[in-house]
């Protein structure tokens, strides 16, 4: 597996779609997947715990990188047996790749925006499923956001029919 470029509205299709994958490292945008924009630190912290919960099953993963462009940090970074777990705020994705350049192959970036996390992907010659939930109630920067990346998605499809945004 590498590159490639999927849209898939549901949590629990992009979880299912990972393990079909057989990626070793998952990278995971925090905002909306793990807990929504502007919420509280609890709801970060379980957040976290409910999806590592769910990946602590996988049997490939090696690596789980929680990477967002805010501020927000966790309480505290949960341990997983046999899984190195990362968190990184101030990110700078797509930029910065740096700590992503010796994690496991291969590996899926999992993100709302295709202008940050689908072009990081690409960058890591990573697979991109793209978290897609409806827009409702979506903060207006990351919706803007969400409009731009319209302009990305032919280069990540790579050939693959232009889904609906």
């Not at 509205?9 to 905002?31: C, F, N, S, Y």
């Not at 920067?141 to 790579?158: F, K, Q, S, T």
């Amino acid at each position: 597996m590498t590159g490639g470029y999927e849209r898939l509205p549901e949590r629990d299709d992009v979880l299912r779609r990972v393990t079909q994958l057989a990626a070793k490292t998952i990278i995971i945008d925090v905002e909306p997947l793990i807990a929504w924009w502007d919420t509280s630190q609890e709801s970060l912290d379980q957040g976290i715990r409910a999806i590592l919960d769910r990946i602590r099953t996988m049997p490939d993963v090696s690596v789980v990188c929680f990477a967002t462009n805010s501020g927000r940090r966790p309480a505290a970074i949960p341990a997983v047996a046999g899984i190195r777990v990362m968190y990184l705020s101030y990110a700078r994705k797509p930029f910065r790749t740096a700590p992503y350049r010796t994690l496991p192959r291969p590996g899926v970036v999992i993100g709302d925006q295709a202008t940050t996390d689908g072009i990081l992907a690409s960058r890591l010659g990573y697979a991109f499923l793209h978290y897609a939930p409806p827009l409702r109630g979506i903060p207006l920067r990351p919706r803007l956001m969400h409009y731009c990346g319209r302009l990305v998605l032919p280069a990540l499809n790579r050939g693959r029919p232009q889904p609906r945004a």
